[in-house]
Structure formats: structure tokens, C-alpha cells
């Protein structure tokens, strides 16, 4: 076989595989017309030439004329009774193919008990192979021994023209066959039912964590975005208060407001296309233009407190430890949670209020201090906690951290956050 053949063979094994398919569509809509179709030609092909065939007549040779002689010429309607009591059973041969193999059964032996040999015989063949196809699995043994008591019969029966020992082998060998067949058949369908169910699955789990992973991702920027606008904002407003009352006061101070709402707006803008753009490189891949700035992280903080302290907040901030060290996430998670305590202060304390700020690393242990010395208000309404204060516990949360807050004794508010920095492989 050349190449050009194989490569011939391609268009036509596709148009099989697609005939294969409509064909079994066809089988699951309309099941009647492939079982119809079968007992159809069962009877063309076994029972037709037995009513048109002259028993005494025909033949070549000493053995098959003794064996004709040897059995019972029936009447033409005895005979189409026995040829229907065997093959009309096989219209139930997959809906219930235990009653449709007793039934054959039963006509089978009644035909052979009376002496009579017919072509419509195979149709006990074909149950017998439904069976082990589409049956109970329990029903076979006893269908195996009905089968071999059967052939048995019929071994005795032509005892006088051929080897009991001979048809046992012939007939027990095609009934074996049958079984092996149906078993085979059955076997390759429950693994490719598998096959198909495990595909299944798969594109369930699939979907399911791709609608994980963008959840997550929904939540990661939705919480980016209100870190970013709540803070520039309140600096903002801030600004714009101290700005309003200092116009006419002292004119100097009120454009220096103004000079820092802009720079502040400008920081804000500056974020948000960097988020935008972390969105538009996940979704449409790596952009062609200009490289992204950065995650703030905790080098940034004292630009932060800058900012604040221009607000009109008097913010004092140490360190303890090698905070610099720390991975990107890790920095990026103290620079949030500082920006949100300080975010919330800048809203509810008083113009001088006063802020420590204290960022301590310990081995594996980190913790963020803010503590005010404003009114000790929350960040939200009575008895429910704010968007910032859930999202600084989820972002603690993501390094086994926690975060509580509350009043303080001398009437201010304090923050704490606690990340756990033990790597994740590591023994806990």
C-alpha cells in the first residue's frame, strides 16, 4: 500500500466515523426501527429459503441427504408458527433481553423436540449475544447452561448423521463466540462511556475553576481599586477642605493644596492605568507599549505618610527589621493595609491628630501598628464593619495573618495586623 492510499483512506474512514455517528443518533431516537430492521433480515436470509425449500429434493452427497432424511419435514404453517416464535422475540432483544432469550429458548427446544431443523435457529445465536450485550451480567450463567442443554438436544438429534461429540464442538463453539462477542462489545462501550464521562468532568472542573480564578481576580481588583480611590480621594477632599478655608486666609497655603490635590490626582490616575493595564495584559496578553510601574511596596510608605502629613496629620513612622527584604507580595500587602488604616484615620481624626506608625519584622512574624490619638469612630456604620477593614483582613488572611482593631484607652483608634512569614513549604 503506497502513501497516496493511506492518505486516500483519511476522506473516507471521516465519512464512516460521521455515518457511524448519525447512524447511532438514529438508533437513540427511534430504537424500533434498528430492531425491526433486524429481525428483517433474520427472516429474509434464514426463514425464506426454508419455505421455499423442497426437503427430499436437492442435494449432493451421501451426508447431507442423511441428515435432511434424519429430521421432521413441518407443515408450511407449523413452520412459519416455530419461525415466529423465534424470531419475533428479537424485536425485545435490547429492551429485555433475558424474556426475549427464554422465550427463543423455549421455541428452540419444542422445534428440536419434534425433530425439525431450521435456518431460523440463528436467531437463538443472536439472543444469546444481545444477552451478554445488554442483560444483567447474573442472567448469563443460567443462560450459558440453557444454551449448553440446548445444543445438547440438538447433538442427539443429528446423532445418526454426524459425531455427537463433533456438533457439541461446533455448536458449543459458536455459542461461546456469541458470548465473547457480546462480553467484548459490552466491555469497549463501558470504557468508552468512561472515557466520555471523565471528559465530562474534566470540562466541569475546568469551567469551574476558571469561574474560580476570575472571581478571585474580580475580588483582587475590586479591592486594588477601593485602596486606591479611598485613600487619593479622602487626601483629596482633605486638601480641598484645608485648601477652601485657607483661600482667604493665607493664600500661599491654599495654592500649595491645590498644588498637592493635583499631584495626588495624578498618583491616583497613575495606579488605576497600571491596575487597567495588569487587566488588559491578563486578558489580551503581554501590551506592546510602554512597561507597567511597579506594586508599591514598603519603600513607598514614607512617600505615603508624606502625603498625609500634608493633609494635616502629624504621622510618626518607624521600622524594625529588614522589612526591605521581604518578597513583592509581602510588601505589597503592608503597604495596603498602612494605606487603609491611615486612609481611615485621614477620614474620621481631627485636624493634628497624631499617628504611630510601627512596622516590626521577627523572624518569621510581621506587624503593622496604627494607632491615632482622634476619636475613636470605625470605619463604618453601628455594628458593621467597612469595605477597607474586610479587605485588610482578607489581605492578611492570604499569609495566615489577622487584623483586629478598636478603640483605644486614651480615646484614639488602633489598628494591628499580624502576617504569618513562614514559607508555605516550610514546617508550620
Not at 90 to 118: M, Y
Not at 137 to 165: F, H, N
Not at 373 to 396: C, D, F, K, Q
Request: charged residues 20%.
Amino acid at each position: 500500500m503506497t502513501t497516496d492510499d493511506i492518505s486516500g483512506m483519511g476522506p473516507l474512514v471521516a465519512r464512516l466515523t460521521r455515518g457511524g455517528q448519525r447512524l447511532r443518533q438514529a438508533d437513540r431516537t427511534h430504537p424500533w426501527v434498528l430492531d425491526t430492521a433486524v429481525v428483517v433480515l433474520v427472516f429474509l436470509m434464514f426463514c425464506v429459503p426454508d419455505l421455499f425449500h423442497d426437503g427430499a429434493g436437492d442435494g449432493d452427497g451421501d451426508g447431507p441427504r442423511r441428515l435432511r432424511l434424519a429430521f421432521t419435514q413441518l407443515p408450511v404453517a407449523g413452520m412459519l408458527a416455530v419461525q415466529a416464535g423465534l424470531v419475533l422475540p428479537l424485536l425485545w432483544r435490547r429492551r429485555r433481553p433475558g424474556a426475549a432469550f427464554a422465550a427463543i429458548t423455549a421455541v428452540f427446544v419444542l422445534q428440536w423436540s419434534l425433530g425439525a431443523a431450521l435456518r431460523a435457529d440463528v436467531a437463538l445465536f443472536v439472543a444469546l449475544y444481545s444477552l451478554a450485550l445488554h442483560g444483567r451480567l447474573r442472567q448469563l450463567p443460567w443462560a450459558c447452561a440453557a444454551m449448553a442443554g440446548s445444543m445438547g438436544l440438538v447433538a442427539v438429534r443429528v446423532s445418526s448423521a454426524v459425531s455427537v461429540w463433533d456438533a457439541l464442538f461446533f455448536l458449543l463453539s459458536t455459542a461461546t463466540a456469541a458470548v465473547a462477542l457480546g462480553l467484548m462489545v459490552r466491555i469497549r462501550r463501558a470504557q468508552l462511556a468512561g472515557l466520555r464521562e471523565r471528559a465530562a468532568r474534566l470540562e466541569i472542573e475546568r469551567d469551574q475553576r476558571n469561574r474560580l480564578a476570575t472571581a478571585t481576580e474580580r475580588t483582587r481588583v475590586a479591592r486594588e481599586m477601593h485602596d486606591i480611590v479611598g485613600h487619593n480621594l479622602s487626601v483629596i477632599i482633605t486638601l480641598a477642605d484645608a485648601g477652601a478655608y485657607a483661600t482667604d486666609i493665607a493664600p500661599a497655603r491654599g495654592k500649595e493644596a491645590l498644588q498637592l490635590i493635583g499631584d495626588t490626582g495624578r498618583q491616583a490616575l497613575g495606579e488605576l492605568r497600571r491596575v487597567l493595564g495588569v487587566l488588559r495584559e491578563t486578558v489580551e496578553g503581554p501590551p506592546g507599549g510602554a512597561e507597567l510601574s511597579p506594586q508599591p511596596g514598603i519603600v513607598d510608605i514614607g512617600a505615603l505618610c508624606a502625603k498625609v502629613r500634608a493633609a494635616g496629620l502629624e504621622v510618626i513612622y518607624r521600622t524594625s527589621g529588614d522589612a526591605d527584604a521581604l518578597d513583592g507580595g509581602v510588601q505589597l500587602t503592608v503597604y495596603r493595609i498602612v494605606q487603609e488604616a491611615l486612609t481611615n484615620t485621614l477620614k474620621h481624626a481631627d485636624n493634628g491628630t497624631r499617628v504611630h506608625l510601627a512596622i516590626l519584622v521577627e523572624d518569621s512574624r510581621l506587624t503593622i501598628r496604627v494607632q491615632d490619638t482622634g476619636p475613636a469612630t470605625p470605619s463604618g456604620p453601628p455594628n458593621e464593619e467597612g469595605h477597607g477593614l474586610v479587605g485588610m483582613r482578607e489581605r492578611a488572611a492570604l499569609y495566615g495573618g489577622t487584623v483586629s482593631a478598636g478603640p483605644t484607652g486614651g480615646g484614639g483608634w488602633s489598628v494591628e495586623a499580624v502576617l504569618d512569614l513562614t514559607p508555605q513549604g516550610g514546617a508550620r
